[in-house]
């Protein structure tokens, strides 16, 4: 009767030990991740310690807003030229008057739309990124990867309709 008392209080304290060492892992909050991503890119992926992302989260978002910047200026200096060319006052005229027809001008400004345009899609895109990128590295925070996990590719040749085709087969293993 006693020896089952000392082995029930061992077993307890074995389980509330493990139980404790579950609560101490380290994890990180997803909405968290993704709430500092979406005030400030870049502190998404700071607060999972994925510190090398933050600086090409900055890069990408500077390069995509300059693109749609200098697209931007280039419009408005062609959109402005097509203006003065079609305003009907002789006084005002563009740099362009010898270089390019009204049709010239109002393709090159349509492509500087365009692409300002899509400067700013990008910027958009990149931003939603980074907030997804934070989201999903908080999630997989605790993934265990290690050298057990394996991921090979092989070539393959398989038989289909008596025909053989080469292929490339995906095979993850999990070594032990």
Request: with cysteine.
């Amino acid at each position: 009767m006693f020896s089952k008392r000392i082995i029930l209080i061992l077993g307890l304290f074995c389980f509330s030990i493990a139980l404790n060492a579950q609560v101490l892992q380290k994890t990180k909050s997803p909405t968290k991740a993704s709430i500092y991503s979406a005030l400030l890119p870049g502190a998404g992926q700071v607060y999972n310690g994925k510190y090398w992302k933050a600086p090409l989260v900055y890069a990408s978002l500077g390069t995509a807003l300059y693109i749609a910047y200098w697209h931007k200026k280039e419009y408005l200096h062609y959109r402005e030229a097509f203006e003065f060319r079609t305003d009907g006052n002789e006084e005002t005229t563009d740099a362009y008057v010898d270089i390019y027809t009204e049709s010239n001008l109002v393709t090159i400004k349509n492509y500087h739309q365009k692409y300002r345009d899509l400067g700013y899609i990008i910027t958009a895109g990149v931003y939603l990124l980074n907030i997804i990128d934070a989201s999903v590295d908080a999630h997989l925070f605790n993934f265990n990867v290690n050298e057990n996990l394996a991921l090979e590719v092989k070539p393959t040749v398989s038989s289909f309709q008596n025909n053989n085709v080469f292929a490339l087969s995906l095979c993850i293993n999990l070594k032990k």
